[in-house]
């Protein structure tokens, strides 16, 4: 079975500071990875896809296979970037579906 | 465009009973997710469904089931409630079947089971 571990549980650094939140992953296909975010009392959503190869809010996050890792990074943080982060594995590969396997978590806080 | 909802965005219950929360899938999407999020824990996958159909599911025992309607919007049933059922419970529509597909999710209905 997938597994998605995000070692960080808390993550503190102070604005203008390069961020790196941990993600490994254990799966034996080719998976799908996501990042998502949740801001204070907003709902969670999408933050990147390594498919998608795209930078949002200027994160980016590059698929390491041989690592089996998935980071994400920011160069300069910046206060609104506090919020709560999951990686996220999706198995499918073809015919039906397991959803996304999420980690635990890392509460990013942007110190001023 | 319209996001996804659930209903109720609170629920307390007792061991034992039985309960059903609601789920509003985003406009032009046909699929639905549902997710268990235990405090302090990640989403956890219960099962999806797709065309009306279950589709896939994750590792939640059969007093846990769920129907998605001609509109695809979808309710969770959970029998004999147990203490562990509390959690978060997350609603996710997408487009196409399988978890490949970005998920949308709502803000969730929390169930405390006494």
């Known amino acids: 079975a997938q597994r998605v571990t995000q070692p960080e549980k808390l993550l503190s650094v102070f604005k203008g500071a390069p961020v790196e939140l941990k993600c490994n992953y254990s799966y034996s296909g080719s998976p799908e990875l996501f990042w998502y975010v949740q801001y204070s009392r907003q709902r969670l959503q999408l933050l990147l896809r390594h498919i998608s190869r795209e930078s949002i809010k200027g994160f980016t996050a590059d698929l390491n296979k041989g690592e089996t890792s998935f980071h994400l990074k920011k160069p300069f943080a910046q206060e609104e970037d506090s919020a709560m982060y999951y990686c996220?594995?999706?198995?499918?590969?073809?015919?039906?579906?397991?959803?996304?396997?999420f980690g635990k978590g890392t509460h990013l806080i942007i110190q001023p | 465009e319209t996001g996804v909802t659930q209903s109720p965005t609170h629920l307390i219950k007792t061991r034992g009973q039985q309960v059903t929360l609601r789920c509003s899938s985003q406009?032009?999407?046909?699929?639905v997710s549902w997710y268990q999020q235990a405090l302090g824990q990640g989403p956890q996958f219960i099962f999806q469904?797709?065309?009306?159909?279950e589709n896939g599911r994750g590792n939640f025992p059969p007093r846990f089931s769920g129907l998605q309607f001609p509109n695809y919007s979808s309710e969770l049933n959970v029998n004999a409630l147990e203490l562990d059922d509390s959690a978060l419970y997350l609603c996710a529509s997408s487009w196409g079947q399988g978890g490949q597909e970005t998920q949308y999710f709502g803000p969730g209905t929390r169930l405390l089971v006494l």
């Open positions: 469904y797709y065309r009306e159909e």
């Open positions: 406009s032009g999407h046909n699929t």
């Open positions: 996220a594995l999706s198995p499918y590969s073809g015919g039906g579906a397991d959803g996304l396997t």
